[in-house]
């Protein structure tokens, strides 16, 4: 390690025992204290002084500069030769038919059957796709022959005991008493809004409605349904119900098509069910949908951004399709809206089916509980009056009155409630949430009421564990009380016994976050005790941040929790917070679109020519913010995906193509390039999908020993999330898989499906020929899999710009900085949070997201050489003695030898010219020419370790 390398080390160490720059000895002299101020010592002369200013000027030089560039001299020689017999990527052959103003920055394309895929992207348009989509024959051509064979078909089912027994079944729900009205409506009109309640049968009854009709009226081959649904499990589980439901195998009539599974079902007389997400990939080939009949869209209050996508695209679509049939159908609270976007289509209204719910405030809940909120803090005195903070509170404390004081009015002219009870009300701190008040009305429940489960809505997994701990104690002995956690984060290995009933005489206590609020019902429940507050994840435009903070429900959510404990017998909902609160509620989520960054809508709109992204849209029903378009669009750009007109570039393209946020997808692009396949697709998997590692509550800190374990000592969280799967896939050979999963706090469904995305990877790439094998584990896909710099390199590339500079180590983790937000945190979840040093003061993330503070999630930590190779571009200026290599948006520099820089940009640009030429004319590398020359220099140079300084 160099002199200056360490001295920048022993510098950040200072500087993290100390929380500053440089440390002030308590016992400096005047001389010393005056430097530390900037003034020059007393009692220099001549020569002293300008000597002193010389040395300053240095040290500020040394203290600007964050790190010095040192390559081995053998690295250097080696690019430095391979660089000198370069082949160069710069032939041009001009391309046809292009557009002015754009033809010269694609004239790279050799690769004819790529340029044609390209330009018809870039230079279609959605009007001219659907115009060509009409004139292709669909595959629902009327064919007499077929009708009455499926007619007859479905004559003889009906005669069947087993499908006897279901139609009776079927015939008790809500929706069966609007079956003809139903069939009516969509007979005379395009477009249907179905609103309902739950438990009222429209998802599983509705498509069946209207194939049987078809089939029965003789219209089976022209006759195919898709119906959408939000989340994968709810895909298969509908369509294996339905299935049941008309007495056949899964596959006949009834099928579904996920991402990575499906079921193949006749093209003609079925129905499909599909995630929002298949149904968008079914239009990038059918635009105009010419291979169904009718499309119906469930669950679109939810608001997902691909189900608004598709809503909005439909309204193209059906000027064209007259015939095309779509049903919306969705909850009671927003189904006015739909129907308005839609030209005032019809709507129908299905009653549901659930028991009576007798609600509580929490005015009642303080009248049947013994309990006083803590006194609010008093106000600040003098100057700090006028501290921003101070004017936040005050202002929340007024509207907090403020609407309060008509309701307290109401309520002390009632005489329902005692003094003490509205006294409580006016505490400012009544608001906030308390464990204490949540367990003392358990303990009530526990008391006094009849048997039955008791479900707890709480914002996060550290309120679960703060509760559950409360309640690990002697009140709650384990032969009367069974208490369940209930996260995403947590195991799902025990997660069965939570809809069972407990043994009589045992009560059944869930303490769950919103996850119990749709995804699951437990049969059991009676008792519901709202907390009011949900964990709700958003973008902040203004800051360019994603945040999830605790915030108040929607009149939706409280109406889902409330329903909750109504679905065997009559319940009780207790809401931890007022009435006079409960009417300040929005009345459902705000939208995905409005809460998340673009970038693949961005990109999905250009796949299926749009337009102008912000003039599209303007067009949805809810229009997101311009900045945050322009915040999506700026990203694509630095990633290369979109020129400076907004149109794809040929790496733009293949992102575009890929199932993956566009970072990741840069990440599997240049994981095939530099054949580290098997490694990189499973960090890409992990980020795309879903960490595979759970966390028990208590064992925290086991968790995340385990983890560390699995990095290798590599600082990073990326690439303990690609050993785990590799450790998953070795074992599963091997037969201990599920001891491998257990020892390691591993889900094995999720290691299994990121397994599997590594497959779904590899025939994309396979597709786009930037590979040979579609099998990732492939020899000649993974030569470089073993280069641990390389992958966190190639990480690094894929998620640049997310930079950090590690600033100071504290007892409950790492302070770090970056120059959108200053401090930031290394999140507790994350194997680098419980660090007391580093090799290097650079970080990398995939998720920067604000809560009780703003962490950075899934970090790694990269050197100096990986940061030059990931940066899209660089400068080199010359500062006196040194050499500045400037290229990241900090303001920190690189400091090298006038040879090296010169060497690194050359590299650089050897290496975004092989980019261009790879992305333009997709093809494997050719480890043994120029190429592989190339790529190995560059492997080389982010191989260096400090050592070698």
């Given at each position: 390690?160099?002199?200056?390398?360490?001295?920048?080390?022993?510098?950040?160490?200072?500087f993290?025992?100390?929380?500053?720059?440089?440390?002030?000895?308590?016992?400096?002299?005047?001389?010393?204290?005056?430097?530390?101020?900037?003034?020059?010592?007393?009692?220099?002369?001549?020569k002293?002084?300008?000597?002193?200013?010389?040395?300053?000027?240095?040290?500020k030089?040394?203290?600007?500069?964050?790190?010095?560039?040192?390559?081995?001299?053998?690295?250097?020689?080696?690019?430095?030769?391979?660089?000198?017999?370069?082949?160069?990527?710069?032939?041009?052959?001009?391309?046809?038919?292009?557009?002015?103003?754009?033809?010269?920055q694609?004239?790279?394309?050799?690769?004819?059957?790529?340029?044609?895929?390209?330009?018809?992207?870039?230079?279609?348009?959605?009007?001219?796709?659907?115009?060509?989509?009409?004139?292709?024959?669909?595959?629902?051509?009327?064919n007499s022959?077929?009708?009455?064979?499926?007619?007859?078909?479905?004559?003889?089912?009906?005669?069947q005991?087993?499908?006897?027994?279901?139609l009776?079944?079927?015939?008790?729900?809500?929706?069966?008493?609007?079956?003809s009205?139903?069939?009516?409506?969509?007979e005379?009109?395009?477009?249907?809004?179905?609103?309902?309640?739950?438990?009222?049968?429209?998802t599983?009854?509705?498509?069946?409605?209207?194939?049987?009709?078809?089939?029965?009226?003789?219209?089976?081959?022209?006759?195919?349904?898709?119906?959408?649904?939000?989340?994968?499990?709810?895909?298969?589980?509908?369509?294996?119900?339905?299935?049941?439901?008309?007495a056949?195998?899964?596959?006949?009539?009834?099928?579904?098509?996920?991402?990575?599974?499906?079921?193949?079902?006749?093209?003609?007389?079925?129905?499909?069910?599909?995630?929002?997400g298949?149904?968008?990939?079914?239009m990038?080939?059918?635009?105009?949908?010419?291979?169904?009949?009718?499309?119906?869209?469930?669950?679109?209050?939810?608001?997902?951004?691909?189900?608004?996508?598709?809503?909005?695209?439909?309204?193209?679509?059906?000027?064209?399709?007259?015939?095309?049939?779509?049903?919306?159908?969705?909850?009671?609270?927003?189904?006015?809206?739909f129907?308005?976007?839609?030209?005032?289509?019809?709507?129908?209204?299905?009653?549901?089916?659930t028991?009576?719910v007798?609600?509580?405030?929490?005015?009642?809940?303080?009248?049947?509980?013994?309990?006083?909120?803590p006194a609010p803090?008093?106000?600040?005195?003098?100057?700090?009056?006028?501290?921003?903070r101070?004017?936040?509170?005050?202002?929340?404390?007024?509207?907090?009155?403020?609407?309060?004081?008509?309701?307290?009015?109401?309520l002390?002219?009632?005489?329902?409630?005692?003094?003490?009870?509205i006294?409580?009300?006016?505490?400012?701190?009544?608001?906030?949430?308390?464990?204490?008040?949540?367990?003392?009305?358990v303990?009530?429940?526990?008391?006094?009421?009849?048997?039955?489960?008791?479900?707890?809505?709480?914002?996060?997994?550290?309120?679960?564990?703060?509760?559950?701990k409360?309640?690990?104690?002697?009140?709650?002995?384990?032969?009367?009380?069974?208490?369940?956690?209930?996260?995403?984060?947590?195991?799902?290995?025990?997660?069965?016994?939570?809809?069972?009933?407990?043994?009589?005489?045992?009560?059944?206590?869930?303490?769950?976050?919103?996850?119990?609020?749709?995804?699951?019902?437990?049969?059991?429940?009676?008792?519901?005790?709202?907390?009011?507050k949900?964990?709700?994840?958003?973008?902040?435009?203004?800051?360019?941040?994603?945040?999830?903070?605790?915030?108040?429900?929607?009149?939706?959510?409280?109406?889902?929790?409330?329903?909750?404990?109504?679905?065997?017998?009559?319940g009780?909902?207790y809401?931890?917070?007022?009435?006079?609160?409960?009417?300040?509620?929005?009345?459902?989520?705000?939208?995905?679109?409005l809460?998340?960054?673009?970038?693949?809508?961005?990109?999905?709109?250009?796949t299926?020519?749009?337009?102008k992204?912000?003039?599209?849209?303007?067009?949805v029903?809810?229009?997101?913010?311009?900045?945050?378009?322009?915040?999506?669009?700026?990203?694509?750009?630095?990633?290369?995906?979109?020129?400076?007109?907004?149109?794809?570039?040929?790496l733009?393209?293949?992102?575009?193509?890929?199932?993956?946020?566009?970072?990741?997808?840069?990440?599997?692009?240049?994981?095939?390039l530099?054949?580290?396949?098997e490694?990189?697709?499973?960090?890409?998997?992990?980020?795309?999908?879903?960490?595979?590692?759970?966390?028990?509550?208590?064992?925290?800190?086991?968790v995340?020993?385990?983890?560390?374990e699995?990095?290798?000592?590599?600082?990073?969280?990326?690439?303990?999330?690609?050993?785990?799967?590799?450790?998953?896939?070795?074992?599963?050979?091997?037969?201990?898989?599920?001891?491998?999963?257990?020892?390691?706090?591993?889900?094995?469904?999720?290691?299994?499906?990121?397994?599997?995305?590594?497959?779904?990877?590899?025939q994309?790439?396979?597709?786009?020929?930037?590979?040979?094998?579609?099998?990732?584990?492939?020899?000649n896909?993974?030569?470089?899999?073993?280069?641990?710099?390389?992958?966190?390199?190639?990480v690094?590339?894929g998620?640049?710009?997310n930079?950090?500079?590690?600033?100071?180590?504290?007892?409950?983790?790492?302070?770090?900085?970056?120059?959108?937000?200053?401090?930031?945190?290394?999140?507790?979840?994350?194997?680098?949070?419980?660090?007391?040093?580093?090799?290097?003061?650079?970080?990398?993330y995939?998720?920067?997201?604000?809560s009780?503070?703003?962490?950075?999630?899934?970090?790694t930590?990269?050197?100096?050489?990986?940061?030059?190779?990931?940066?899209?571009?660089?400068?080199?200026?010359?500062?006196?003695?040194?050499?500045?290599?400037?290229?990241?948006?900090?303001a920190?520099?690189?400091?090298?030898?006038?040879e090296t820089?010169?060497?690194?940009?050359?590299?650089?640009?050897?290496?975004?010219?092989?980019?261009?030429?790879?992305?333009t004319?997709?093809?494997?590398?050719?480890?043994?020419?120029?190429?592989?020359?190339?790529?190995?220099?560059?492997?080389?140079?982010v191989?260096?370790?400090?050592?070698k300084?």
């Open positions: 390690m160099s002199q200056r390398y360490r001295g920048s080390r022993n510098m950040l160490q200072s993290s025992r100390h929380g500053r720059d440089e440390q002030t000895p308590s016992s400096a002299s005047g001389r010393g204290r005056a430097y530390l101020h900037g003034r020059r010592p007393p009692g220099l002369t001549g002293e002084i300008g000597m002193y200013y010389k040395n300053k000027s240095i040290e030089q040394k203290r600007n500069a964050s790190e010095e560039l040192r390559i081995s001299a053998k690295v250097e020689q080696n690019i430095k030769s391979m660089l000198k017999n370069a082949k160069s990527f710069e032939n041009v052959i001009p391309c046809e038919n292009m557009k002015s103003g754009h033809g010269s694609h004239s790279q394309i050799f690769d004819n059957q790529f340029k044609k895929k390209f330009f018809d992207i870039i230079y279609g348009d959605i009007q001219d796709n659907l115009d060509k989509a009409m004139t292709v024959q669909s595959k629902l051509q009327r022959n077929l009708d009455t064979m499926l007619q007859n078909e479905y004559r003889q089912k009906q005669s005991d087993a499908y006897k027994n279901m009776k079944f079927r015939s008790k729900l809500p929706v069966h008493k609007k079956k009205e139903i069939l009516q409506l969509i005379d009109h395009q477009v249907v809004v179905i609103s309902g309640e739950t438990g009222c049968g429209k599983t009854q509705i498509a069946q409605f209207i194939l049987d009709d078809e089939l029965e009226a003789g219209n089976g081959s022209v006759t195919r349904i898709v119906c959408t649904q939000p989340r994968r499990i709810s895909a298969i589980s509908v369509a294996e119900r339905v299935a049941v439901e008309r056949e195998d899964l596959g006949t009539s009834v099928g579904y098509q996920i991402r990575l599974e499906k079921t193949p079902i006749r093209t003609q007389g079925s129905v499909m069910f599909c995630t929002t298949i149904l968008l990939q079914i990038k080939q059918d635009p105009a949908l010419k291979n169904f009949s009718h499309v119906i869209l469930d669950e679109i209050h939810e608001r997902t951004t691909e189900c608004d996508f598709i809503i909005t695209l439909l309204k193209q679509v059906i000027p064209k399709r007259k015939d095309l049939k779509i049903l919306l159908m969705s909850a009671t609270l927003n189904a006015e809206r129907s308005t976007y839609y030209n005032n289509c019809p709507m129908i209204h299905i009653p549901g089916f028991y009576p007798e609600e509580f405030y929490l005015e009642d809940v303080l009248s049947l509980v013994d309990f006083e909120f803090p008093p106000e600040p005195k003098g100057y700090r009056k006028h501290l921003k101070y004017k936040d509170q005050q202002q929340k404390k007024n509207e907090f009155q403020n609407m309060l004081d008509s309701h307290i009015r109401q002390a002219a009632d005489t329902k409630y005692k003094m003490h009870v006294n409580q009300l006016r505490n400012p701190l009544s608001e906030d949430l308390s464990l204490e008040l949540i367990e003392s009305l303990r009530y429940i526990c008391n006094v009421k009849n048997p039955g489960a008791i479900l707890i809505f709480l914002p996060g997994m550290m309120d679960i564990s703060n509760l559950h409360m309640m690990s104690s002697d009140r709650y002995p384990s032969n009367k009380y069974v208490i369940y956690p209930l996260h995403s984060r947590m195991p799902t290995v025990d997660q069965k016994l939570i809809f069972k009933e407990p043994p009589n005489g045992v009560r059944k206590i869930i303490i769950a976050t919103s996850i119990a609020e749709t995804s699951i019902t437990i049969e059991d429940v009676v008792y519901v005790i709202d907390c009011g949900t964990k709700f994840g958003k973008f902040d435009v203004k800051n360019n941040i994603q945040t999830l903070e605790p915030e108040w429900v929607t009149l939706a959510n409280a109406k889902q929790r409330r329903g909750r404990a109504g679905r065997v017998k009559s009780e909902c809401h931890m917070y007022t009435k006079a609160r409960e009417m300040t509620f929005d009345q459902y989520p705000l939208p995905e679109m809460r998340t960054r673009l970038e693949e809508v961005i990109l999905q709109i250009k299926l020519q749009l337009g992204v912000k003039e599209f849209l303007a067009t029903m809810d229009p997101p913010d311009l900045k945050a378009i322009e915040l999506s669009l700026e990203l694509l750009q630095t990633l290369n995906a979109l020129d400076k007109y907004e149109n794809l570039t040929p733009g393209y293949h992102l575009a193509h890929l199932p993956l946020d566009p970072r990741t997808g840069k990440m599997i692009l240049w994981g095939a530099f054949s580290c396949v490694p990189i697709f499973a960090i890409a998997a992990s980020l795309t999908f879903k960490d595979a590692f759970y966390c028990p509550l208590g064992q925290e800190e086991e995340r020993k385990r983890k560390s699995l990095s290798m000592a590599q600082y990073s969280d990326h690439i303990a999330l690609a050993e785990a799967l590799r450790r998953y896939e070795t074992t599963r050979q091997r037969g201990s898989v599920r001891q491998f999963c257990r020892d390691y706090y591993l889900s094995f469904n999720t290691l299994k499906l990121l397994s599997e995305m590594k497959v779904q990877f590899a994309y790439l396979y597709e786009m020929k930037f590979l040979d094998s579609e099998n990732p584990k492939h020899v896909s993974n030569r470089n899999s073993n280069n641990i710099a390389l992958i966190k390199a190639i690094c590339a998620l640049y710009p930079i950090a500079v590690v600033r100071r180590f504290l007892k409950n983790g790492v302070g770090c900085w970056t120059p959108e937000d200053g401090e930031v945190r290394i999140h507790p979840s994350s194997i680098n949070n419980k660090v007391d040093s580093f090799p290097s003061r650079y970080l990398t995939f998720t920067k997201q604000r009780t503070a703003i962490y950075l999630h899934d970090t930590c990269v050197s100096v050489p990986m940061l030059l190779f990931a940066g899209p571009n660089i400068s080199i200026v010359r500062e006196k003695n040194w050499y500045v290599i400037n290229n990241f948006k900090f920190e520099s690189i400091i090298c030898k006038q820089a010169e060497m690194i940009k050359e590299l650089q640009r050897a290496f975004n010219s092989l980019l261009e030429h790879k992305v004319n997709p093809a494997t590398v050719s480890w043994s020419s120029y190429e592989g020359q190339l790529l190995n220099g560059i492997i080389e140079l191989s260096q370790t400090d050592d300084y």
